[in-house]
């Protein structure tokens, strides 16, 4: 293939076709996902950064200068003076940083199998940590409403537990654990608490008080060691960005390596080179937006979410699993299996998940997703579930 040198018009005319076989944000059809289109002041941004190099930031300071403030902001966003971390392609490299962080303080002090005590709706990346840091799993089931179910937390801790994990908006069901009782728990055993906050930790602090969700699930909660947080899911930033935010810079130390080839002498990240384009976007979306921006940003998906709910909510045949918390919706149906329905909303052109605690079918209502296209997905599903 590399001996059949193509035209740049061929070239681009086949980059068209690849591009047609995929779906778009646009389109408003995808339900299943917790990214969204990217905001164009953003892809702006992202395009004028696009050569610089976070791997080498002597090179690059004003870059390495914007990643400071974003994560300066983030901290402020979640109640952290003084944060340290860095904006990263994702929540599964910066739970694996976090993880990292945990083990070798854990290793300073014990000998035997580091052990993590997570829920059993942690994200899948949890499962990858697992293997590559031979950590053993302690799993916490979930209670009645699908949340960690914290009174089995302390049932779970031994002298061998490196860590707990909690999430702030779940993948499946968009739920927000109890973090307020699990940081007291962490807090009163010296253990390392990671907040999973991916999802959740740029909707949560933009809700209003009348959603009856004005948590404390951040670092106001003294037991929290370290958070993660994605600017390219609610945050509107292009894939990949996501962000990792310490308590203390000396946990964020314990992942330094010495650089002795490039302008500085350590990195602190999992991947050497990373681009500045995400860090330019994301600083963008949070000078441009502000407080008052996401605050909309967030009531307009979460009022979608509400109407969407309350239509399921009044059509036959349609079981709801719980009350949405974020702008999640979960449900099944009483005539026919989740995956049959699945796979027939796909032949309509919908993209939908499913959950797997429970098994139901999965909507996100990202930005992307406007009143008119949820009216038609429940007119095309209405139509699947006639008798």
Known sequence: MLDNRMTKEDIFENLKKFQDMDMSYESGRILSSMCTKPDPIAMEAYKMFIETNLGDPGLFPGTALMESEVIEMLGQLLHLENPSGHLVTGGTEANIMAMTVAKYLFQEKHEGTPEIILPVSAHFSFKKIISMLSLKPRYVPLDENYKMDVSKIEDL????????????????????????????????????????????????????????????????????????????????????????????????????????????????????????????????????????????????????????????????????????????????????????????????????????????VRLVLMPHVKKEHIDMFLKDLKELLKE
Not at 190 to 219: Q, R, S, V
Not at 221 to 229: A, R
Not at 287 to 310: H, M, N, S
Not at 333 to 344: A, G, N, P, R
């Open 157 to 360: 801790i031994t002298e061998n537990t490196m860590a707990i994990v909690a999430i702030a908006g779940t993948t499946e069901l968009g739920l927000i654990d109890d973090i307020e009782k699990i940081s007291e728990i962490a807090y009163s055993n010296n253990i390392y608490l990671h907040i999973d906050a991916a999802f959740g930790g740029f909707i949560i602090p933009f809700l209003e008080n009348k959603n009856n969700l004005n948590l404390n699930f951040d670092f106001k909660c003294k037991g929290v060691s370290s958070m993660t947080i994605d600017p390219h899911k609610m945050g509107l930033a292009p894939v990949p960005a996501g962000g990792i935010l310490f308590r203390h810079s000396e946990h964020l130390d314990k992942l330094a390596v010495k650089t002795p080839y490039l302008t500085r002498n350590k990195q602190t990240t999992i991947v050497g080179t990373r681009s500045g384009a995400a860090t330019a976007a994301t600083w963008t979306l949070l000078k441009y937006y502000g407080r008052e921006g996401y605050q909309k940003i967030v009531k307009d998906a979460i009022t979608l979410t509400q109407y969407t709910y309350d239509k399921l909510n009044n059509m036959d045949h349609i079981n709801l699993i719980c009350k949405p918390e974020l702008n999640l919706i979960s449900f099944n149906t009483d005539i026919k299996s989740v995956d049959v329905l699945k796979q027939e909303l796909y032949e309509c052109g919908w993209r939908v998940s499913v959950a797997q605690r429970p098994h139901v």
